[in-house]
């Protein structure tokens, strides 16, 4: 192979190697200088828990992510460096030294490290309609996973979801194709910021590509799950308008890395869909980064032909595979170039615009993470950044106008969720499916309102109200709503407040004079007789790691201005509701999308007959 080489500072060095040259002419030159296997492996993404360092050297390997709860042991900023370093230095040890990306899921902070901070997930932040206060919490998120070698992030999502029963919802930053294309862009530019190779920025990822909140019902091609992975049975038209248009605008804005979506258009799996991820994506809208598969996504495409499967997705423009374990795929797809059944120009164009991203990012010139970062993680700005999106993504939905903000001698607070961080971070958070308890640090709900009530105010916390029979109180807090899930575990056709928790603020209500109700959830739930019952109706979504934030509307020590980003439906019967029904009275949401009140706007919705 000829190859091309320029002087610097005295030695002859590649032209790849050239920071100064462009980065088309740095591509080009490394293009040619790579053997078929090397270009497969770039082509392959690895979870660090099948793969060891040594392996990554063997083939290759052009990237390497945690998923959920992918996490070195200890949980720590100093291990995570350890971790993806080692992996780094297999990668710059190959003959040709072409560094890693390292990916993770930090969809609400650097989620899978313990003791980062943990923002609101993005239905919150779409209740807040503050493009702002989303960059600058892209910015936060950036900084601290770039702080421990993470350079990818599988964020933002720019799902338009039509159904709350799905368990991907509050991934989203709402039902409007509007809101979610400002907000996120404006995630996509924090995470990148002006400068895609600063130490302190990372590879963001539009995901998922395209129509995964548009899936029907019952539709799903997993055993297990109902509408996560399912069909998107719309018209070209509609998948256009309301689903493809966040991304028009997030690859002008600089993405050159999407994620294909698990779901099917018109049954065709999105992985093996030509039409869309090339003709559309990369010819229409001019993308001219990488698309990444979802994890084992390709193998949904044939499940019983793998081989089949690679050729599908491979020629239908998916460039880098995430397998995520060591399987064939790397034996798979160069049989297939030998047997011409994949071009080897395609091959070439998937390496180029994986290639693109990592001279874009200054990988080739700085592959570690800058010490200088370390700070940031966990830091008083980035948690007072996360109080004060929790405070503005808080929806008042219900108001008498005399409850609010909460004083009295004596508060009771009920429900479990009142005092667990882990119940209001959600899924994504340490582990994929999240947990419950004090999983990282932060502060609860709890917290927040002890913080506000002031030394003369009895505070009396019962997390399942087994309060004495002489217990009561000025005023009843009471926290109802999910437990953490991600994805289709979260699917359910019943998006409800549980009847336990229902009967708990029953009881509570006959032992205060004034009763407010928070609920906290990764989407609208049905309330029954809450909504009719309780003084004050607060949507906390799923907060975070700082929980306390959301006493301070509470307590008047911030505005109300959360606004909602989904249709509050009041029965299940109305499901879906998709975007702006206009529909208004019994036969429509109970909450209308927008709803939001303030605390001297008192306002209750109309009583009807159905409310299960």
């Given amino acids: 192979t000829t190859t091309t080489t320029v002087e610097v500072a005295g030695d002859d060095v590649p032209l790849y190697l050239d920071p100064d040259a462009a980065i088309d002419d740095r591509i080009e030159d490394l293009i040619g200088r790579m053997t078929l296997d090397e270009k497969i492996g770039q082509m392959t993404l690895v979870a660090q828990a099948f793969v060891s360092p040594s392996q990554i050297g063997d083939n290759a390997i052009g990237a390497v992510l945690s998923g959920g709860g992918g996490a070195p042991e200890p949980n720590t900023p100093a291990a995570w460096i350890e971790m993806i370093t080692a992996f780094q230095d297999a990668a710059l040890s190959t003959r040709l030294g072409i560094p890693i990306l390292y990916g993770s899921d930090a969809v609400h902070g650097h989620n899978n490290l313990l003791d980062a901070v943990i923002f609101p997930h993005n239905v919150g932040l779409g209740a807040t309609r503050s493009p702002d206060l989303v960059e600058r919490i892209g910015r936060a998120t950036a900084v601290e996973t770039a702080a421990t070698g993470v350079s990818w992030n599988y964020s933002p999502v720019l799902a338009v979801p039509q159904d709350i029963r799905w368990g991907r919802t509050y991934e989203a930053f709402g039902e409007s194709t509007e809101l979610v294309t400002e907000l996120g862009v404006a995630m996509l530019r924090g995470l990148q910021g002006d400068d895609l190779a600063a130490p302190d920025t990372v590879l963001g990822t539009p995901k998922h590509f395209v129509g995964d909140g548009a899936t029907e019902w019952g539709s799903s091609?997993?055993?297990?799950?109902?509408?996560?992975?399912?069909?998107?049975?719309?018209?070209?038209?509609?998948?256009?308008?309301?689903?493809?248009?966040?991304?028009?605008?997030?690859v002008e804005a600089g993405a050159l890395s999407i994620m294909a979506s698990y779901s099917s258009f018109q049954g065709r799996k999105l992985h093996a869909h030509r039409e869309l991820l090339t003709d559309v994506l990369k010819g229409e809208l001019g993308f001219e980064g990488f698309v990444v598969s979802d994890w084992a996504g390709i193998d949904q495409i044939e499940p019983t032909d793998y081989s089949a499967s690679v050729v599908a997705a491979i020629n239908a423009g998916i460039d880098m595979n995430m397998?995520?374990?060591?399987?064939?795929?790397?034996?798979?797809?160069?049989?297939?170039?030998?047997?011409?059944?994949?071009?080897?120009?395609?091959?070439?164009?998937?390496?180029?615009?994986?290639?693109?991203?990592?001279?874009?990012?200054?990988?080739?010139?700085?592959?570690?993470?800058?010490?200088?970062?370390?700070?940031?993680?966990?830091?008083?700005?980035?948690?007072?950044?996360?109080?004060?999106?929790?405070?503005?993504?808080?929806?008042?939905?219900?108001?008498?106008?005399?409850?609010?903000?909460?004083?009295?001698?004596?508060?009771?607070?009920?429900?479990?969720?009142?005092?667990?961080?882990?119940?209001?971070?959600?899924?994504?958070?340490?582990?994929?499916?999240?947990?419950?308890?004090?999983?990282?640090?932060?502060?609860?709900?709890?917290?927040?309102?002890?913080?506000?009530?002031?030394?003369?105010?009895?505070?009396?916390?019962?997390?399942?109200?087994?309060?004495?029979?002489?217990?009561?109180?000025?005023?009843?807090?009471?926290?109802?709503?999910?437990?953490?899930?991600?994805?289709?575990?979260?699917?359910?056709?019943?998006?409800?407040?549980?009847?336990?928790?229902?009967?708990?603020?029953?009881?509570?209500?006959?032992?205060?004079?004034?009763?407010?109700?928070?609920?906290?959830?990764?989407?609208?739930?049905?309330?029954?007789?809450?909504?009719?019952?309780?003084?004050?109706?607060?949507?906390?979504?799923?907060?975070?790691?700082?929980?306390?934030?959301?006493?301070?509307?509470?307590?008047?020590?911030?505005?109300?201005?959360?606004?909602?980003?989904?249709?509050?439906?009041?029965?299940?019967?109305?499901?879906?509701?998709?975007?702006?029904?206009?529909?208004?009275?019994?036969?429509?949401?109970?909450?209308?999308?927008?709803?939001?009140?303030?605390?001297?706007?008192?306002?209750?919705?109309?009583?009807?007959?159905?409310?299960?």
């Fill in 323 to 612: 397998v995520p374990g060591t399987d064939a795929f790397i034996d798979v797809l160069r049989e297939a170039v030998d047997r011409g059944d994949v071009p080897i120009e395609r091959i070439d164009d998937a390496v180029r615009r994986i290639l693109r991203a990592k001279f874009a990012l200054g990988l080739f010139e700085q592959p570690y993470p800058d010490p200088a970062l370390l700070g940031s993680i966990g830091s008083p700005a980035h948690r007072d950044l996360a109080e004060e999106a929790v405070a503005r993504s808080l929806v008042l939905l219900v108001n008498d106008g005399e409850t609010l903000p909460v004083e009295g001698q004596t508060i009771l607070v009920a429900g479990a969720g009142a005092d667990d961080i882990g119940r209001q971070s959600g899924g994504w958070t340490i582990e994929w499916q999240g947990g419950v308890g004090p999983i990282t640090e932060g502060s609860t709900i709890l917290d927040g309102i002890r913080r506000h009530a002031g030394p003369d105010t009895t505070l009396v916390f019962e997390p399942r109200g087994r309060f004495d029979a002489t217990d009561r109180g000025d005023v009843g807090i009471v926290v109802v709503g999910e437990l953490p899930y991600a994805e289709g575990v979260g699917d359910t056709s019943r998006p409800v407040v549980r009847d336990h928790e229902v009967a708990l603020v029953l009881d509570i209500r006959e032992r205060v004079d004034r009763l407010v109700v928070v609920v906290v959830s990764g989407r609208p739930v049905v309330l029954g007789e809450i909504a009719h019952t309780a003084d004050a109706v607060v949507a906390a979504w799923l907060p975070g790691s700082e929980g306390a934030a959301v006493a301070a509307p509470l307590f008047g020590a911030a505005p109300f201005t959360g606004l909602l980003p989904f249709a509050w439906p009041r029965s299940t019967q109305q499901l879906p509701l998709g975007h702006d029904t206009g529909t208004t009275g019994c036969s429509g949401p109970l909450f209308p999308y927008g709803h939001g009140l303030t605390a001297e706007e008192p306002y209750r919705p109309t009583e009807c007959e159905e409310t299960s």
């Fill in 221 to 250: 091609t997993s055993e297990t799950y109902w509408i996560d992975q399912g069909d998107a049975r719309i018209s070209e038209e509609e998948l256009r308008s309301v689903h493809l248009a966040p991304y028009v605008d997030a």
